[in-house]
Nanobody, 116 residues
Framework: QVQLVESGGGLVQAGGSLRLSCAASRSIFRGEVMGWYRQVPGKQRELVAT???????NYDDSVKGRFTISRANAEKGVYLQMNSLKSEDTAVYYC??????????WGQGAQVTVSS
C-alpha cells in the first residue's frame, strides 16, 4: 500500500505560478512511476506529467515548457512546478503512483484555480 498526500493548491492569477507537492508513504522503486493528473467537472481525468524511477519525464503537450515535475528528497514523493498558468489549467490535480505490480494509487486531490 502507498499513501499519497497532496498540498499546495490554491487560487492564482493568470500568468502566475504554483507548486504542488505530493508526499508518498514510501520511496519510488525501480520500475515504478509517479505523476500528476488533473480533472475538471464533466470530463475525464487527464495526464499532466509523469516521472519514472530513473528520472525520465513525460508531459502533456498543453503544459510543456510551463510545468516541471521533479522528485522529492529521498524520492518519497514528487513536485509539480506550474508557471505561466492559464485559466484552462483550472482543475483538481491528483498525484498518482504506479507500483511494480502496475497497481494504481491516488491522492485526495488539490484544487488549482486560475483567474483570468
Amino acid at each position: 500500500q502507498v499513501q499519497l498526500v497532496e498540498s499546495g493548491g490554491g487560487l492564482v492569477q493568470a500568468g502566475g505560478s504554483l507548486r504542488l507537492s505530493c508526499a508518498a508513504s514510501r520511496s519510488i522503486f525501480r520500475g515504478e512511476v509517479m505523476g500528476w493528473y488533473r480533472q475538471v467537472p464533466g470530463k475525464q481525468r487527464e495526464l499532466v506529467a509523469t516521472i519514472t524511477s530513473g528520472g525520465n519525464t513525460n508531459y502533456d503537450d498543453s503544459v510543456k515548457g510551463r510545468f516541471t515535475i521533479s522528485r522529492a528528497n529521498a524520492e518519497k514523493g514528487v513536485y509539480l512546478q506550474m508557471n505561466s498558468l492559464k485559466s484552462e489549467d483550472t482543475a483538481v490535480y491528483y498525484c498518482n503512483f504506479v507500483d511494480w505490480a502496475l497497481k494504481d494509487y491516488w491522492g485526495q486531490g488539490a484544487q488549482v484555480t486560475v483567474s483570468s
